[in-house]
């Protein structure tokens, strides 16, 4: 089996209105793959469809080859899941809240015991695993939540909103756990953002999720090439008419204009085509004081297909929320 997910048409009605609106995508084995998309998108009501918290109201999924319906026992044994909001116990420590969550899944006590110690390494708590869940960290308790979730050894891990509400620092931290189980563990891992960067930095294939529909799904590289390539500007010193007519002859090149002796040239892999670039200007007699390439981010992609920046509509917490019902009302 090569896909460790597959969802066909799914739609989830709350009502009259519809959360999940007819979404589709398989997850290949051992890829990360990000749901992307502003709040509200409809991410968090796909993935309880999928870790069958929800009943769809139509369309189907297999989760690890099983029906997320029919065989909803299954699926579960084989996910593990972070979600957006903690389900720590504080009063217990580190430990005890992994022991607790292998009791449950009736892991017998010499195994639990070898399991926890590997877990606590992996997420490097060992230090502080007899301490207090309250006297942790942010970013403590969140790799905490990661290890509980990859207990049972789930084939596919959900992460919901993963790095919510962490600082800068923390957030990089945890996108480097998530990178090494995904790498040394052969986990498939999808999670769902709303930061661009996240989703860029992590996700082997990223899905625009916009209003409860995809609106483009590919790998971050494709998604940023498919909207033009790169950029790369050349200030020309001397000869900038002569190399501007050369540069038109070049089929490689999409597109060239000329701004105070400034060339800024479309290109596919721009990294490969500076050296002909240079070769280029000898050529023509020109002399370039400074080159600079500068790729497509994901939010020009992202802008590109939905019209709007993924922070327009929520922002950062309550008042993001806030501005995003004034806006609403507005409307
Ligand atoms: N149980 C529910 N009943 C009614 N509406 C819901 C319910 N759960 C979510 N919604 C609505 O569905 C939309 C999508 O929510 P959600 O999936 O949580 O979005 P995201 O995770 O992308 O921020 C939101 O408008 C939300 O208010
Ligand atoms: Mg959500």
Known sequence: MDEAIKVNNLVMQFGRFRAVDGISFSVNNGEIFGLLGPNGAGKTTTIKMLITLLKPTSGNAHVAGFDIVLNSNEVRKNIGIVFQDPSLDDELTGRENLDFHAILYNIEKSQRIKKISQILKLIELEDKADDLVKNYSGGMKRRLEIGRGLIHEPKVLFLDEP?????????????????????????????????????????????????????????????????????????????????????????????????????????????????????????????????????????????????????????????????????????
Request: hydrophobic share 35%.
């Open 163 to 331: 790095t919510i509400g962490l600082d800068a620092q923390t957030r990089r931290h945890i996108w480097d756990y998530i990178k090494k189980l995904n790498s040394m563990h052969k986990i498939t891992i999808i999670l769902t953002t709303h930061y661009i960067e996240e989703a860029d930095y992590l996700a082997d294939r990223v899905a625009f999720v916009d209003h409860g529909k995809i609106v483009a799904l590919d790998t971050p590289r494709a998604l940023k090439d498919k909207l033009g390539g790169d950029i790369i500007s050349m200030q020309v010193q001397t000869g900038l008419d002569s190399l501007e007519k050369g540069l038109k002859q070049q089929k490689w090149i999409k597109a060239a204009s000329t701004h105070n002796g400034r060339i800024d040239i479309t290109v596919d892999e721009g990294e490969h085509q500076i050296p002909r670039l240079i070769l280029l200007a000898e050529k023509h007699n020109a002399t370039i004081r400074s080159i600079e390439l500068h790729k497509p981010s994901l939010e020009d992609v992202f802008l590109h297909y939905t019209g709007k920046n993924i922070r327009d509509e929520e922002g950062e917490g309550w008042k993001g929320r806030i501005r995003a019902m004034h806006a609403k009302r507005n409307r």
